[in-house]
């Protein structure tokens, strides 16, 4: 039998993948390489202009406000978007009844089957500061004022921090405890027979026991501090943009509002370098090889 | 886990509280702003606009859902959310299950280059792609069509791994002998395979249903045209916009609350199966990559 009657069949069926992946992901990003060179006008030429796009992003001021905007908010949200979950999953791994933990686990896991637009308009609204949830509450309990969360330029970064956390952080939290769940029984009765209180037990068993599984998350919330867009495209308002926009949000605004193709290919493809600079640096930083 | 620890000591019981409490503090952080929108929503408008804790209705109503379903129109855009929901889950299963397929053959020569070629599509963000991805759609002439929006994330590599992760789970034998009897490729992945993993096709439906659901970048990058948009974009401007600019008197709180309970509606009546399949499917994966 020759490889192709064996498997030709095989190879027919991978047809549609294939071409979707050429069209839809390899040519786009050489398409996007080739228009950052280009002066790129839906209609009419495109001639080449060199690093003109490049130049002209890395001197746009709102260009590194959104440099600067991403690495706070996505080095915010790694952080607390790392820390939390795994609290949540190490402490859900303590209940001891059941039902009190598949309750937990479920309501926690709420949010994140809800979409940005649903999320972010419930908060407006409990945060706003006329009619708004918190406000009211915080009044009643003697603030001498309602506070503009996601109007005030000083909190809506960490506004937006925290709600990106408060919203995947059921969903993190399964992924810490499906490690929890594999590691030995007979370390904790180890652990135990030496006399080992539950806090030691969870700090010298559990959290060493979890490194590979961290490491995982952790690189993967890595690569999508760059990729965050859907929150603050729903958060962000006028009096807060400077403070919130990040590289994603400059991309769409430069290139699908204001039609600046050629410039915000360059941004794109900045934001590419970026993306495998970073894969690259954390795989380093925390040896994922090792594990 | 029951005799896992002595549950006498008054430390472990203070312990098991505090535990307790922390857990019951954040799920609050979650039901609260629920019930507040769900009383919202079934209050009347007057009600529904006073800055007051609202957790059951007040001044109970309907009105919020009368109005949305009346006046706004949201139909049009349902109906869009769903044809573009359901087409690109159905096509995206089926084609993420091709390839997974294809993968669990271990004599297939170019496998591992195959499989290298789809991992690389996973190192890119789509969103950085966003770009040149709007030039290649305007080039295919798909701007402003339901098309794009099916077409948007049709296949994943992440899918791809989690059906081959389902499908080597099923004894290989099985699909050799029904060649050696004369069988398809074709019948052997509808008749066994699609069959077998009906666990792993339902966390991979039930993930691009959600996803799709509540797709919003591709729905405000591609589609300009009102009969064209989506649930997601109709409820953005409903909620989002119209509360930040000063229109508010337009549409009052209830009738928003309304939209949001409508909206997230069949993303509720999917849960339970989520609970069942998905999670377990994410472990699945999870233990396997």
Sequence with gaps: MTTMKRFGALYAMMIPVVLYFLVYAYYPLARGLQISFQDYRLMGTHPYTGWDNYRLVLQDASFLDAFVNTLLIGGGTLALGFAAPLAIALSLNEVLRSWFRKTAQMVLYLPHLLSWVVIGGMWIFLLSPDTGLVNVVLVKLGMSGPIHFLADAGWSRWMLILLVTWKDMGYNCILFLAGIVSISPSLYEAARMDGASRWQQMRDVTLPQLSGTMKVIFLLNTLGILRIFDPVFILRNPATASKVDVLMMYTFQRGILEMKIGPAAAASFLVVLLTFALTFAVRRLIRFDEV | ?289
């Design chain 2, 1 to 289: 886990m029951g005799d896992r620890y002595d549950r006498l000591g008054w430390t472990n019981r203070t312990f098991d509280a505090l535990n307790a409490g922390f857990l019951i503090l954040l799920m609050l952080t979650m039901i609260i702003p629920f019930l507040n929108v769900l009383a919202l929503a079934f209050s009347s408008g007057i009600a529904s606009m006073q800055p007051d804790i609202v957790l059951i209705p007040k001044d109970f109503s309907t009105e919020g859902f009368v109005t949305v379903w009346s006046s706004l129109d949201l139909w049009r855009p349902l109906l869009n959310s769903t044809i573009v929901t359901l087409s690109g889950t159905a096509l995206h299963v089926l084609l993420s299950s091709l390839a997974g397929y294809v993968f669990i053959h271990p004599h297939l020569p170019g496998r591992k280059l195959m499989i290298s070629f789809i991992l690389l599509t996973m190192m890119v963000p789509q969103e950085a792609v966003m770009i040149p991805l709007y030039v290649v759609n305007k080039d295919l002439h798909l701007i402003n069509t339901l098309s794009v929006l099916v077409l948007s994330g049709l296949v994943s590599g992440f899918s791809i791994l989690l059906m081959r992760n389902f499908f080597s789970a099923i004894p290989y034998e099985m699909a050799e002998s029904a060649k050696i009897d004369g069988a398809g490729e074709l019948r052997v992945f509808f008749t066994m395979y699609m069959r077998l993993a009906a666990a792993g096709l339902a966390t991979v439906t039930l993930y691009e249903f959600v996803g799709r659901w509540n797709m919003l970048t591709p729905a405000v990058m591609y589609i300009t045209d009102m009969a064209k948009i989506t649930l997601q974009v109709a409820l953005k401007s409903m909620i989002v916009d119209s509360a930040a600019t000063s229109s508010s008197y337009l549409i009052t709180t209830n009738v928003r609350m309304a939209g949001i309970v409508i909206s997230v509606l069949p993303l509720i009546a999917v849960y339970p199966f989520v609970q069942r399949h998905f999670m377990k499917g994410i472990l699945a994966g999870a233990n396997k990559e």
